[in-house]
Structures are given as structure tokens and as C-alpha cells.
């Protein structure tokens, strides 16, 4: 099992990037799936979740400006952000708890996480 991210960048503020991560493998169900970020010299942080069934949960700062979604038919989540900010310039990674084939329990995943530098 493998998540691949995409879509990072470089955009000026105010600008706009949808990121994109695709879970691969033989994966039996996936729960929720999200998105962290980490800037230099700082703690990954949450950005963003959504569960299966469609709920999203937000870190504070991004509400309003970053939407996440997924197609669950293609065991992708996305984030559409919108606005940025120079201090939305990190790795942003993303994660899935998810069920392996011939697993009975879910386990944490991690992409290899993917740039977004927002120049003022």
C-alpha cells in the first residue's frame, strides 16, 4: 500500500492549488483521509480530514479558504486551496487510515508529502 501526492508549487498569495493523493495497493477499505503540513522548522500540523461517509473537520486557519474532498471509487482525497498565504508555505502531506486485504485492523498511512511555497 502506497499514497502518492501531487500538485504542489509555486503560487503567489492570493493564488490557488489543488493537491491531489492517490492511495494504491490492495487496500480493503479506507476511513478517513487527510491532510498535514509541515513548515520549516516547525511540528506537522492538521490542515484538513474527511471521513468515508463525507464529513470534513479544518484547522482554523485555513476555514473558509481550503476545501478537502474525495472520490472514494478512486481511493483519492484532494485540497483545493484557495487564497493562500505565505505562511501556508509547507510539505503538505497526506494520510489514510485504512484496511490492507488479509489485515482485520486499520493502520496509518503517509504520502511522501509534496511542496507548496506561497511567495508574498
Known amino acids: 500500500v502506497q499514497l502518492q501526492a501531487s500538485g504542489g508549487g509555486l503560487v503567489q498569495a492570493g493564488g490557488s492549488l489543488r493537491l491531489s493523493c492517490v492511495a494504491s495497493?490492495?487496500?480493503?477499505?479506507?476511513?478517513?483521509m487527510g491532510w498535514y503540513r509541515q513548515a520549516p522548522g516547525k511540528q506537522r500540523n492538521l490542515v484538513a480530514t474527511?471521513?468515508?461517509?463525507?464529513?470534513?473537520n479544518y484547522a482554523d486557519s485555513v476555514k473558509g479558504r481550503f476545501t478537502i474532498s474525495r472520490d472514494n471509487a478512486k481511493n483519492t482525497v484532494f485540497l483545493q486551496m484557495n487564497s493562500l498565504k505565505p505562511e501556508d508555505t509547507a510539505v503538505y502531506y497526506c494520510?489514510?487510515?485504512?484496511?490492507?486485504?488479509?489485515?482485520?485492523?486499520?493502520?496509518?498511512?503517509w504520502g511522501q508529502g509534496t511542496l507548496v511555497t506561497v511567495s508574498s
Open positions: 494520510n489514510a487510515d485504512l484496511i490492507p486485504y488479509s489485515w482485520h485492523r486499520a493502520f496509518d498511512y
Open positions: 495497493g490492495r487496500i480493503f477499505s479506507i476511513n478517513a
Open positions: 474527511i471521513t468515508s461517509e463525507g464529513s470534513t
